[in-house]
DNA sequence: TAGTGGTCTAGACCACTTT
DNA sequence: AAGTGGTCTAGACCACTAC
């Protein structure tokens, strides 16, 4: 048989692997939300690689949004400020007027056994626990979504202790547990409002609501959070682009 | 005042100006969606830079889905067979089972001035005209959704007497008109379903729909079709992946 | 002025496809 | 074997920011 006529399957390219070995590094903890990473010339060196070659893994780790570049600056973790969760995570937009981040109100925080959804949007079994937190969440003065936030109480311990939570639980993530959100995975069905809708959200029965299905994913692509919302589209919209 | 202390506005990258050209040299024909593009080296002498600033600019299009590249092969216009369509520009799935290209049943293709929202949506004014066209589309035997398309009349001239309307439009669009669809922007609402949708869809009148409200817009982010279609979603989700 | 990322070039070599 | 895109390197220079 002929070698030269086979395909290299073990081929893997060396700005790939670059790119994993500074993914380790950051979810070990070596640089922080926020804070700047060695110059390409440094990480270079240190990696024993040409300079272009770190660029290109830098570059695609900033199209993923972890990393975020400044020419003259720098090279920087990416937090979560509001305007990031506003632009990346969200995806309500009021059909006039100003964006706002969401306020929320937490209404309760238990823990249990998770059901069948929690266990296949997470990859979890029955002996496992979630968190589930149900919380309202307004636009300005405007009452806007009610939703329940799933997390594996085996990443988030502890998190029953919290007095409170905040608004912004990406970045709460990212600083107390070094959960690192990446990704977001979204189904949306239109549904009708029921008894719980009604009392929550103060609509009638029968209401039509937009439902959203979200499964949050890690540095590792690993499921971290699934959070299920149920939101009045009357002055509000679900925006959606296509690329 | 010290020159060297000022910010360089006027400053294009030549890998910009470059895709501006192919982009261009694309739009006015001169090569059909399927076609291979001439080499890199080739493209580089005809626009007087180097590969690798032609690469750059290639790889931006690709990003974009207006290029597909191949190794080994070359470089090819993207073009609108069915499984772009599907994953690109179709965000409707079975909640369970294989997905289908969804097939369209035309009801009525007519002419009409554009109200209100096809206006503001496609740039036009009360002096304008669009083609209006009214169809169901199946998932298999299953019916999912009706819609109406708005389309300018002047650019899709003598849609109006076509006999038959192809379910996949965009691919009419281009080979027909040279119009190339390359972006698109969803708006997403939970609506009631009205006397129309129950003769329709076949549901009862207060059945929950997601409504969908899209606009395409062509290589030069020109709005070219306005869609609003009304899904029923027990059996189907809409999908959205924020990265 | 020094340091960072961004652009541009040139060339070598690799992986893949086709002939 | 020839031709394509993909990777990797090295170096020069540009644009931007901070000091």
Redesign the interface.
């Known amino acids: 048989m002929d070698v030269s006529a086979e395909t290299n399957l073990g081929f893997r390219p060396l700005y790939l692997q670059v790119r994993e070995e500074i993914t380790r590094q950051l979810a070990s903890g070596r640089w922080q939300p926020g804070t700047m990473l060695p110059s390409e010339q440094e990480l270079a060196r240190e990696l024993g690689v040409s300079q272009g070659t770190v660029r290109k893994a830098l570059d695609a780790m900033t199209a ?2 972890i990393l975020v570049r400044r020419q003259g600056r720098g090279t920087f973790v990416a937090e979560y400020e509001e305007s990031r969760i506003l632009f ?2 969200f ?1 309500l ?1 009021p059909d006039s007027g100003e964006r706002l981040f969401p306020i929320s109100k937490v209404l309760k925080l238990s823990s249990a056994t998770p059901n069948a959804r929690e266990r296949e949007a997470l990859g979890l079994d029955e002996t496992a626990t979630v968190w589930r937190i149900s919380r309202l969440r307004y636009h300005g003065s405007e009452l806007m979504l009610r939703e329940t936030l799933s997390l594996p109480g085996s990443i988030f311990q502890g998190l029953g202790e919290m007095e409170e939570i905040p608004n912004n639980v990406y970045r709460l993530y990212s600083q107390r547990w070094g959960v690192t959100v ?11 409002a029921d008894e719980a809708d009604r009392a929550e959200l103060n609509c009638p029965v ?1 209401t ?4 959203i299905r979200r499964i949050a994913f890690d540095l590792h692509k690993r499921p971290v959070e699934y959070r299920e919302s149920r ?1 009045q ?2 002055a ?8």
């Open positions: 993923e949004r990346q995570f995806r937009y990446t990704r977001i995975s979204e189904k949306l069905k239109a549904v009708s029968g039509p609501l937009l439902e939101c589209t009357d509000m919209h679900y925006a959606s682009d296509l690329i």
